[in-house]
């Protein structure tokens, strides 16, 4: 069994942070988003074993994993054109969450269908760690696990319900985290059902 640990220094749940009629306007936003930059499923560097989410995303560069490995692109994989633009409200988020931060370059957009999940990993493939990793929920709520920067550290687990704001900062920019499970028909937002994820990041050190 696990052993319990708190919550790790520098993370922050902001619960609530956008409204329902401010999830219902990112939602529309991110459906013209998707229309340029449509759900790809990865697979997994080596092994070529598909992802359980499908993503995309939008900003001047994206996160992309293949058979070839885990990088950041400034094209979709598929498409070959550039990422659309990151919406103003996420940007506007960035600027009140982490005012003293250089702007995001990445918004990673993961879509969980009810039974997607995705293993503990820590986000360290920017060049990068000082600005924070910056976490939207939309959708159903999602069990996230959250540990220390070793992978054999505690863990903990807590619900993100549609319109948290999860921050990953400080010491916990490299933490170990997951989502566990999804809890389908905890929202109506999106009329099928499952979960979005916006993760907002700044890549480069420059």
């Given amino acids: 069994m696990t052993k319990a640990a708190s919550q790790p220094e520098g993370f922050r749940?902001?619960?609530?942070?956008?409204?329902?009629?401010?999830?219902?306007?990112?939602?529309e936003t991110l459906r013209m988003v998707l229309v340029d930059a449509p759900l790809f499923r990865p697979v997994m560097p080596r092994t070529g074993k598909p992802f359980s989410v499908r993503m995309s995303n939008c900003g001047p560069l994206g996160w992309v994993s293949d058979i070839n490995g885990y990088r950041y692109q400034s094209v979709h994989p598929a498409t070959g054109n550039p990422w659309p633009l990151i919406p103003n409200a996420l940007l506007?988020?960035?600027?009140?969450?982490?005012?003293?931060?250089?702007?995001?370059?990445?918004?990673?957009?993961?879509?969980?269908?009810?039974s997607a999940k995705m293993g503990l990993h820590q986000d360290r493939d920017?060049?990068?760690?000082?600005?924070?990793?910056?976490?939207?929920s939309l959708g159903d709520t999602a069990t996230f696990r959250i540990g220390g920067t070793n992978r054999k550290d505690p863990t903990t687990s807590l619900r993100l319900s549609s319109g948290d704001v999860a921050v990953l900062g400080g010491p916990s920019r490299l933490a170990f985290h997951g989502i566990d499970r999804i809890l389908p028909g905890t929202?109506?937002?999106?009329?099928?059902?499952?979960?979005?994820?916006l993760t907002l990041r700044r890549v480069t050190r420059d």
């Fill in 126 to 136: 920017e060049e990068t760690f000082d600005a924070p990793v910056i976490s939207v």
């Fill in 187 to 197: 929202s109506t937002l999106l009329k099928n059902g499952g979960r979005i994820n």
């Fill in 92 to 114: 506007q988020l960035w600027r009140d969450v982490a005012p003293d931060a250089r702007e995001p370059e990445a918004c990673l957009i993961n879509f969980y269908e009810t």
């Fill in 13 to 27: 749940l902001l619960p609530g942070y956008f409204s329902r009629t401010a999830q219902e306007e990112l939602l």
